[in-house]
């Protein structure tokens, strides 16, 4: 018999989880705030809660995907949790994963965090290489092993319970810059007549070059020494600082996402890191490492 899942959330994720944990035969309890959305998983095998606490009472394993921290929070307010292994996979920050286990620890539940690295298209889809981070007890972790697998791939990052999220928010942050750096260059030849469809698998192909640059950051940071392997210095690329403003400036571009990152390069230039490549320029972002 598979385990049982008590599922508190049927938004876009929860309702996504909720299909992929039916489709495997999975039993499924789930509330939803709206009853609305819960009703639909119904009709597809599920078992709707009156409220949160019901749902919680029906089963040991309770998956928790609702939009942030605070939701949380309100929604398990009036549950009882002792004995309960709760799993949540709402995203939020390292601090409140670490909160939420202490909390659900003095409750009498164990705790795991999540970070989920997908989309709801991407759950129920091992081709699609979607996966969860999960931090925390590392007992509830390997007794849910099986059932947490079953929605997409599992990657345990540690028994602070502050990782996962930690994890998450670290590759959604880095997701962000290169989004903004998309943009920007969307942006330096729109107008122009090249065709952004032209131009889209020069940027994706360029972008996948780059990306193994990470590697070097990474030996760079274990060894301490940012001179190691430089192919590109930051002195060389500040002297181009120039070329990419005025470019911006000569397509009338604001290069408010650029500007940032160009004047950390500055920074660390002016500071004698000519020598070094990127890398360097953590040591300006680290306020422990600054004060
Ligand atoms: P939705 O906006 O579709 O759903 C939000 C859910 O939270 C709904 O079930 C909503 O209930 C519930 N909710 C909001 N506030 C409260 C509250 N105060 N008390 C109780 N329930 C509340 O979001 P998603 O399902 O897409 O996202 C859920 C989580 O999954 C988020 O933390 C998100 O960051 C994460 N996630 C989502 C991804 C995505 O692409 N969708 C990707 C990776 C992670 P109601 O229906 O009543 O409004």
């Given at each position: 018999p598979r385990t049982p899942v008590t599922l508190l959330g049927a938004g876009a994720m929860g309702s996504a989880l909720a299909r992929a944990w039916l489709a495997a035969g999975h039993p499924v309890t789930v509330w939803n705030r709206t009853p609305a959305r819960a009703e639909a998983l119904a009709a597809e095998g599920a078992a709707v809660a009156p409220s949160a606490a019901a749902a919680v009472a029906a089963n040991r394993l309770v998956v928790v995907c609702l939009l942030d921290d605070a939701s949380v929070g309100e929604a398990l307010d009036?549950?009882?949790?002792?004995g309960r292994d709760l799993v949540n996979l709402t995203t939020g920050t390292p601090g409140e994963g670490r909160a939420r286990a202490s909390w659900a620890g003095a409750r009498g539940a164990r705790f795991v965090d999540g970070g989920i690295?997908?989309?709801?298209?991407?759950?129920?889809?091992?081709?699609?290489?979607g996966y969860v981070f999960y931090s925390g007890s590392h007992e509830l972790f390997e007794e849910h092993r099986d059932t947490l697998a079953v929605p997409a791939g599992t990657r345990w990052v540690g028994s602070d319970p502050g990782f996962a999220a930690l994890h998450d928010v670290a590759l959604l942050s880095a997701m962000n810059g290169m989004f903004a750096g998309v943009l920007h260059a969307f942006a330096l030849v729109r107008?122009?007549?090249?065709a952004p469809k032209d131009f889209a698998p020069l940027l994706a192909g360029w972008l996948t070059a780059m990306a193994p640059a990470v590697h070097q950051t990474a030996e760079q940071l274990q060894s301490g020494?940012?001179?190691?392997?430089?192919?590109?210095s930051l002195a060389m690329q500040a002297a181009g600082i120039p070329t990419f403003l005025r470019t911006a400036e000569e397509q009338r571009v604001s290069p408010e996402l650029l500007t940032p990152y160009l004047e950390l390069m500055r920074e660390r230039v002016a500071r004698g890191?000519?020598?070094?490549?990127?890398?360097?320029?953590i040591e300006l972002l680290d306020l422990r490492a600054r004060s």
């Open positions: 009036a549950a009882d949790l002792a690295m997908a989309v709801p298209p991407m759950i129920g889809a091992p081709e699609s290489g107008g122009e007549d090249i020494d940012y001179t190691k392997g430089v192919v590109s890191h000519g020598d070094e490549d990127g890398t360097g320029m």
